[in-house]
Nanobody
Framework: QVQLVESGGGLVQPGGSLTLSCAASGFSFRSYSMNWYRQAPGKEREWVGNISPTGGVTSRADSLKGRFTISRNNDKSTVYLQMNNLKPEDTAVYYC?????????WGQGTQVTVSS
């Protein structure tokens, strides 16, 4: 079955960097776009960005361009979210998601806390 497992979250000071990973299994990873979302406390889940199957095309929310980068390694069935210059408002649970056969699959999420 499709499984997505995020990792790499933690506590980081403002201005710091983190790279999140999402390891995928149970489907042909290299054939599917992958998405990152996040959900801050008390807020709705919001789209962060996505990456095409080959990694050649990425999109990010306008507010995150210049700080967040999405990449993937199809040989490792893993998608990454590189986050730089982190701000307290980036504190959230970060999720990866894919759509296979018209069904959305989500990981369990990884907590990112930006605080001094």
């Amino acid at each position: 079955q499709v499984q997505l497992v995020e990792s790499g979250g933690g506590l980081v000071q403002p201005g710091g960097s983190l790279t999140l990973s999402c390891a995928a299994s149970g489907f042909s990873f290299r054939s599917y776009s992958m998405n990152w979302y996040r959900q801050a406390p008390g807020k709705e889940r919001e789209w962060v960005g996505n990456i095409s199957p080959t990694g050649g095309v990425t999109s990010r929310a306008d507010s995150l361009k210049g700080r967040f980068t999405i990449s993937r390694n199809n040989d490792k069935s893993t998608v990454y979210l590189q986050m730089n210059n982190l701000k307290p408002e980036d504190t959230a649970v970060y999720y990866c998601k894919t759509r296979v056969s018209s069904f959305d699959y989500w990981g369990q999420g990884t907590q990112v806390t930006v605080s001094s």
